[in-house]
């Protein structure tokens, strides 16, 4: 970012003001807390896979860079970069990659407690 960019102005690679969350092996997301809702940048390797999981909170996913294998309520869908999906609160989700790794944005609301600190895993909504 530029110095004479305002505070809330940011870049996808400014990661140093960022809640690091290690997800699972090749899986890491770069957290962005606001008052009520939370963007998280999402970093899949080729052939990672994210434990399915669910919270409470609403979920918008959009996949801006590769491509992955969405799965949400038992049923895995292919995803190429442009596509965006809905996972409403308490829905069974993941994602996995296979050649190609992929880069996504979700948006939840409200923001999750357990995505509030660094740390590992899918926090306390999780399994």
Do not use: K
């Not at 870049?11 to 009520?36: K, Q, Y």
């Not at 434990?51 to 590769?66: A, M, N, T, Y």
């Not at 308490?90 to 660094?118: C, K, M, N």
Request: aromatic share 8%; hydrophobic share 35%.
């Amino acid at each position: 970012m530029a110095a004479s960019s305002p505070d809330w102005v940011y870049d996808r690679a400014e990661t140093d003001r960022a809640i690091v969350r290690d997800l699972a092996p090749g899986i890491t997301a770069h957290v962005f807390p606001g008052s009520n809702s939370m963007l998280s940048l999402v970093t899949a390797d080729p052939h990672s896979e994210g434990q399915i999981h669910s919270h409470p909170e609403e979920q918008w996913g959009v996949l801006l860079e590769g491509e992955c294998i969405r799965i949400q309520d038992g049923r895995a869908v292919a995803m190429t970069e442009g596509n965006f999906w809905h996972t409403p609160g308490g829905t069974d989700h993941g994602i996995r990659t296979a050649e190609t790794g992929a880069v996504i944005l979700d948006v939840f609301s409200p923001p999750r407690p357990d995505y509030q600190s660094h740390g590992e895993g899918y926090g306390d909504g999780a399994p």
